[in-house]
């Protein structure tokens, strides 16, 4: 995922509120631009902060969110030129 990829950004916080009802973090989809391109354990953790939780209190739910957003990463990434 771009980081200008506004659109892919905003599905993928829209699936975390459906998926994990984290949707505080919806409110505001720019303020994630900068943590996509930090990876997906400081985008999870920014996602846990603007939801007042802390990860290490949930890891498992942590894990799981995690496992979702690098799938959602890997699968956006641009394809490299030979």
Known sequence: MTVHDHRQLG?????????YGFCAANR???HFDKYVSLGADAFV?????????DPQSHRQLYTQ???????????SAPTPSP
């Open 28 to 30: 505001d989809p720019r």
């Open 11 to 19: 599905w993928l916080l829209a699936e975390i509120c459906t998926t």
């Open 45 to 53: 953790s920014e996602v846990f902060e603007v939801e007042g939780m």
């Open 65 to 75: 969110l995690r496992e979702l957003v690098a799938q959602r990463f890997a699968r």
